[in-house]
């Protein structure tokens, strides 16, 4: 095992000597990928699949019910994931750690990259950052998943492909006190065309409510899946959004499943 330097300040909860590595030998590596030979045209990303941690970072000077909270990881996104991957037959690039400790789905300007706040839950752990432990943390953790992605689209084009890029995720049914009233929501920017079939295929069952670019939006200040891996290369590419309590069961996350891959396939037609 690989020794880590942790530096203790109670103000601050676990900090790490950026001259010893962030993760130890026998920690997962920053990214995986399930089904890697899968044929479907979809390459599919789950940017906030785990709330795990780095050894180093200790519990990042939270308590157990934040680090499982919604604010440490997107709930069932993973399950679901996963599921579509399989149902689908398609590539699935996840990461291993916690948006806490660097979020994926965030440009490197973006603050909120590495939050000091999240939500109303202050992260002792990211305070006052040096620029060495923020470098670190892009090199360890966002950097490999971010390049391998990069690599997959690359050959896949090579080969005359024209993938649409996916992102699962999951949001919460209340935020700051208020209601959410969506099941589910397609994020886009440029893929008008594929993001509509989509919202039209969900929307068709009348018992939901999907949102249109809700309950957030893509903004190249802060979001990177879709600006960077889809629309600058001028490829569909959304974000699905699931409301978690509804994924956060195997029958919940099996339902939405197979919901998802009729309507994903339903979809890629109209998104070419």
């Not at 090199?139 to 080969?159: K, M, Q, W, Y």
């Not at 492909?161 to 099941?183: A, E, L, M, N």
């Amino acid at each position: 095992m690989t020794s880590t330097k942790a530096i203790k300040n109670p103000e601050q909860g676990a900090r790490h000597d950026p001259s010893a590595p962030l993760l130890s030998i026998d920690e997962l590596p920053p990214y995986a990928v399930f089904n890697p030979d899968g044929t479907s045209p979809i390459l599919l990303l789950c940017e906030h699949a785990s709330n795990r941690m780095p050894r180093a970072l200790g519990d990042m000077g939270l308590p157990l019910y934040e680090r499982q909270r919604h604010i440490a990881w997107d709930i069932g996104a993973m399950a679901l994931a996963q599921h579509l991957s399989l149902s689908l037959d398609a590539p699935l690039f996840f990461t291993n750690y916690s948006r806490l400790v660097i979020d994926c789905n965030r440009p490197l300007s973006a603050p909120s990259m590495i939050p000091e706040v999240s939500e109303t839950t202050e992260i002792l752990a990211n305070r006052s950052l040096s620029d060495e432990e923020r470098q670190q943390r892009i090199d360890t953790l966002f950097t490999p998943f971010a390049n391998a992605v990069s690599r997959r689209l690359d050959r896949l084009e090579g080969e005359g492909k024209r993938p649409f890029v996916v992102g699962i995720h999951s949001f919460t049914p209340v935020y700051f006190g208020k209601p959410r009233p969506w099941q589910a929501g397609i994020l886009y920017r440029d893929a008008v065309d594929f993001a509509g079939a989509l919202i039209r295929e969900l929307a068709s069952e009348r018992e939901l409510t999907i949102g249109d670019n809700e309950p957030y939006n893509i903004h190249p200040d802060e979001d990177y899946t879709v600006p960077v891996h889809a629309d600058a290369r001028g490829l569909p590419g959304v974000l699905v959004e699931v409301r978690h309590d509804l994924i956060d069961t195997h029958a919940g996350v099996a339902a939405w499943g197979e919901r998802l891959t009729r309507c994903l396939k339903a979809s890629i037609g109209e998104g070419r």
